[in-house]
Nanobody, 122 residues
């Protein structure tokens, strides 16, 4: 299983970014991909997940309404569209994968990609 996150950058407060996670090496129907982030000096935080078998989608409460996760099977990517970004969204964002039952995001993820830096600052 290979994962690679991309699309980070510097954006002003209120702006938007779309991150992309390119994946390979696993059977789609049995896996889920999650997004996580880690800010300096803080623990890693779960952001969102999508379960491939039934398109179950979940978000952390602080991201609901601002972030949207989606998949593109043709491109083997999962995207995280982030709107109305705030300085507290500044972090390294990671995508991860794990097997998952329909309807449930994994509790743990065994496969991780390199992160991409998102900085929200004026």
């Amino acid at each position: 299983v290979q994962l690679q996150a991309s699309g980070g950058g510097l954006v002003q407060p209120g702006g938007h970014l779309t991150l992309s996670c390119a994946y390979s090496g696993f059977i789609l129907d049995y896996y889920a991909i999650g997004w996580f982030r880690q800010a300096p000096g803080k623990e890693r935080e779960w952001v969102s997940c999508i379960v491939f078998s039934d398109n179950t989608i979940r978000y952390a409460d602080s991201m609901k309404g601002r972030f949207t996760i989606s998949r593109d099977n043709a491109k083997n990517t999962v995207s995280l569209q982030m709107n109305d970004l705030k300085p507290e969204d500044t972090a390294v964002y990671y995508c991860a994968a794990n097997s998952a039952d329909p309807g449930f995001c994994p509790y743990q993820y065994n496969y991780w990609g390199r992160g991409t830096q998102v900085t929200v600052s004026s």
